[in-house]
């Protein structure tokens, strides 16, 4: 081993070890760590559920809209196929055109309605956690945590917190 090597060795050894020395206290303490599972939070709670349904009824309406409008453009292409071999290639070529407007139509439609669910989504989901996070502040307070994961890879049952949490948004 070059003697640079090794000095990058020794000084990478010596960071790592004033590193680790904070945690040590820490870990001669009791640490109490708590999960929650967002992914539950917005399938269980409550205002969650709420929200959804808010979405769902304001939505409605739109989506049947666009559903209706699928309906027609399906009929309209079918009528089409069915009717081509006997119209007038001037007819043909204006029921083409019709139906590749509707689609464009229905497609824009169906973007705008895409990006506003979305976005009223988000926002309702948005006042969701805002409020869940303030739970969990609070359970955290009373119940001395020193730290509450919301996202995870894997958590430990042992720590998940999600049954308070769901219980105290749900009064």
């Known amino acids: 081993m070059s003697i640079a090597k090794s000095t990058t060795w ?54 049947r809209e666009l559903q ?12 089409l196929d ?14 083409q055109r019709e139906l590749t407007d509707l689609d464009k139509e229905f497609q824009r439609k169906q973007r705008e309605f895409r990006e506003d669910l979305n976005q ?20 955290a307070d009373a119940e001395r945590y020193d730290i509450v994961f919301q996202e995870a890879v894997y958590a430990s049952p042992r720590i998940d917190i999600t049954d308070k949490v769901l219980k105290a948004l749900n009064k």
């Open 120 to 139: 009223r989504r988000n926002e309702e989901l948005a006042i969701v956690l805002e409020r869940t996070n303030k739970v969990i502040k609070q359970i």
């Open 68 to 79: 209706d409008m699928a309906a027609r453009l399906k009929a309209l292409s079918e009528r």
């Open 82 to 95: 069915k009717d081509a071999s006997v119209l007038s290639d001037s007819d043909r070529i204006r029921r």
């Open 10 to 63: 020794i000084k990478c050894a010596a960071i790592a070890a004033v590193c680790m020395l904070p945690l040590t206290g820490v870990q001669a303490q009791d640490s109490k760590i708590g999960f929650v599972s967002t992914e539950r939070i917005f399938r269980e709670a409550v205002p969650a559920k709420t929200a959804q349904a808010k979405i769902e009824q304001e939505f409605s309406k739109r989506d």
